[in-house]
């Protein structure tokens, strides 16, 4: 029931968005991508073979000019799992709605926190096997949220999220085992391009306090040498019920020969495990490229490695 009305809903706004477009000029734009993987997964010694969606998605933004200083923009985006076998394949992404201007801007609705936003393409695997949230606290997309981005300053740019105690995800049990909810924030310093396109260097430093359950901080660097990406990631994280801290670190590299891109991501935390992973892409054009990857992930209470081997294809539109 549920899907059916997310459909409908998202159907209702395209169209209204549509109209609107029409007669008033706003601008709309329809956007998404397709990644789906033929996939053989030996998970705790036992191997399955699946064609999977890796955060398949659609969705629309825009934005309208209010005056000579404000625009409103908004964004209304779902995934899609083509592998979802009893057909449940809608889910939420972020949607929200926003003011900006000289000012910054500002959104409401749900969103991904700065310290999620601000690992910008560190993650190589990102979506796939060897995501970082595997292993990594903080990979969070909170749905109450308000979300404020600076103006740049050169090449600065800061945001703060704040999550509401209202959110279901900020409920935790403390240490008496008692329910508690809190309000959330989440802060990043950003440095740079996080596409690497408009600088060769990027840098960020953001801190989760009791989002999800969790204090996190994290840094994140990635410079662009020549063909060569590198990157790097480090992450401290703690219960807010009193947990020990726990330290990790990401490294990735990605080079790039004309139409193939070879990547390379080491991955551990602390009393969770690591992983490593190998893979390349090939563009077939802009939008479109085949890929493939081996991840190997090595948990700290497992007797036995997973290991995840895929080939597939992406078109984004």
Same mark, same amino acid.
């Given at each position: 029931?549920?899907?059916?009305?997310?459909?409908?809903?998202?159907?209702?706004?395209?169209?209204?968005?549509?109209?609107?477009?029409?007669?008033?000029?706003?601008?709309?734009?329809?956007?998404?991508?397709?990644?789906? *993987?033929?996939?053989?997964?030996?998970?705790?010694?036992?191997?399955?073979?699946?064609?999977?969606?890796?955060?398949?998605?659609?969705?629309?933004?825009?934005?309208?000019?209010?005056?000579?200083?404000?625009?409103?923009?908004?964004?209304?985006?779902?995934?899609?799992?083509?592998?979802?076998?009893?057909?449940?394949?809608?889910?939420?992404?972020?949607?929200?709605?926003?003011?900006?201007?000289?000012?910054?801007?500002?959104?409401?609705?749900?969103?991904? *926190?700065?310290?999620?936003?601000?690992?910008?393409?560190?993650?190589?695997?990102?979506?796939?096997?060897?995501?970082?949230?595997?292993?990594?606290?903080?990979?969070?997309?909170?749905?109450?949220?308000?979300?404020?981005?600076?103006?740049?300053?050169?090449?600065?740019?800061?945001?703060?999220?704040?999550?509401?105690?209202?959110?279901?995800?900020?409920?935790?049990?403390?240490?008496?085992?008692?329910?508690?909810?809190?309000?959330?924030?989440?802060?990043?310093?950003?440095?740079?391009?996080?596409?690497?396109? *408009?600088?060769?260097?990027?840098?960020?430093?953001?801190?989760?306090?009791?989002?999800?359950?969790?204090?996190?901080?994290?840094?994140?660097?990635?410079?662009?040498?020549?063909?060569?990406?590198?990157?790097?990631?480090?992450?401290? !994280?703690?219960?807010?019920?009193?947990?020990?801290?726990?330290?990790?670190?990401?490294?990735?590299?990605?080079?790039?020969?004309?139409?193939?891109?070879?990547?390379?991501?080491?991955?551990?935390?602390?009393?969770?495990?690591?992983?490593?992973?190998?893979?390349?892409?090939?563009?077939?054009?802009?939008? *479109?490229?085949?890929?493939?990857?081996?991840?190997?992930?090595?948990?700290?209470?497992?007797?036995?490695?997973?290991?995840?081997?895929?080939?597939?294809? !992406?078109?984004?539109?």
């Amino acid at each position: 029931m549920m899907n059916v009305f997310s459909k409908s809903l998202l159907a209702a706004a395209i169209a209204t968005a549509t109209l609107s477009t029409a007669h008033a000029g706003e601008p709309l734009q329809v956007y998404g991508k397709l990644n789906v *993987t033929a996939q053989s997964n030996d998970v705790k010694g036992d191997t399955k073979t699946t064609i999977q969606s890796n955060a398949s998605r659609f969705g629309v933004k825009g934005d309208l000019a209010l005056n000579n200083s404000l625009e409103a923009f908004y964004t209304i985006e779902y995934e899609v799992d083509t592998g979802d076998d009893v057909k449940e394949n809608f889910k939420a992404r972020n949607q929200f709605v926003g003011l900006k201007g000289n000012f910054g801007a500002v959104s409401v609705g749900r969103n991904d *926190t700065m310290l999620k936003v601000s690992q910008g393409k560190v993650d190589q695997f990102n979506d796939l096997e060897a995501d970082a949230k595997n292993l990594f606290k903080g990979e969070n997309r909170m749905a109450q949220t308000a979300t404020y981005y600076t103006p740049s300053v050169g090449d600065f740019k800061f945001g703060v999220t704040y999550v509401a105690d209202g959110d279901s995800d900020q409920a935790y049990l403390d240490l008496n085992k008692i329910e508690q909810t809190r309000d959330g924030f989440s802060l990043a310093a950003m440095y740079g391009d996080d596409e690497l396109k *408009t600088t060769n260097f990027y840098a960020a430093l953001a801190y989760d306090s009791e989002v999800k359950g969790y204090d996190i901080l994290r840094a994140t660097v990635q410079a662009k040498l020549a063909d060569l990406v590198v990157g790097g990631m480090f992450q401290q !994280e703690e219960k807010v019920d009193g947990g020990d801290s726990k330290n990790g670190y990401l490294l990735s590299a990605a080079y790039e020969i004309s139409a193939v891109t070879l990547k390379a991501q080491f991955q551990d935390m602390e009393d969770m495990g690591d992983s490593w992973s190998v893979g390349g892409d090939y563009k077939l054009a802009k939008p *479109t490229k085949l890929l493939a990857f081996y991840s190997n992930r090595s948990l700290e209470k497992a007797t036995s490695d997973d290991n995840y081997f895929g080939i597939g294809i !992406e078109h984004k539109f």
